[in-house]
């Protein structure tokens, strides 16, 4: 039997630390709005080109790549989630390692110029994630990334970045889950004649 108790305090901590994120009209929120539109436009121009974006994390992150696929597909944009594939996934990672499963995937897709890459990690430092911004760079691949804790070794590969100000794991995958819902609202905007 549950008890009676006032909510543990944490739970509202917690949430008071997301809204820190999002409520001030200051540099963390500003820069958060105005690095997802870029994105968004990112987005609508590989559309209106007959490109493909290629989404890929870890874990939590992993969860939100194919938060974001559904809702680019859902908005007919070719969108395809790079960790969904279990049997390329496993078999790749037990042949050549876990760090070669994005990389080898869009290698393998051939990911090019057209293309967008779009990486999420909260720490920005996963190995797998650094090979495929590294492929994807010898492949002149565009990249984005949507980060955390600094934006780690990634943001320096990606060709743009939104990065939550926030060290926590949690709050950084919240506040993406967040701006994944933004970027759908934003796309509901028609992105072509034809759409």
Request: aromatic residues 6%; hydrophobic residues 45%; contains cysteine.
């Amino acid at each position: 039997m549950l008890s009676k108790q006032l909510p543990d305090s944490t739970i509202a901590d917690y949430l008071a630390s997301v809204g820190q994120i999002l409520s001030p009209l200051d540099a963390p929120y500003g820069r958060l709005v105005e690095d997802l539109s870029v994105l968004a436009e990112r987005l609508k121009e590989v559309h209106r080109n007959g490109g493909r974006v290629y989404v890929c994390g870890n874990g939590g992150s992993a969860a939100n790549a194919a938060h974001l696929t559904l809702h680019l597909r859902d908005r007919k944009i070719r969108a395809f989630d790079l960790g969904a594939d279990v049997p390329w996934v496993t078999a790749t990672a037990n042949d050549y390692g876990y760090e070669r499963i994005f990389s080898m995937a869009l290698h393998a897709l051939d990911a090019g110029t057209q293309d967008l890459l779009v990486v999420i990690s909260g720490s920005g430092d996963s190995e797998n994630i650094l090979a495929g911004l590294e492929i994807g760079a010898q492949r002149g691949l565009p990249s984005w990334g949507l980060l955390g804790m600094g934006g780690g070794k990634a943001a320096g590969l990606c060709t743009g970045t939104v990065i939550v100000d926030s060290d926590a794991y949690g709050i950084i995958e919240d506040v993406h889950s967040i701006a994944i819902h933004a970027l759908a609202k934003t796309l509901q905007l028609p992105l072509s004649a034809a759409s």
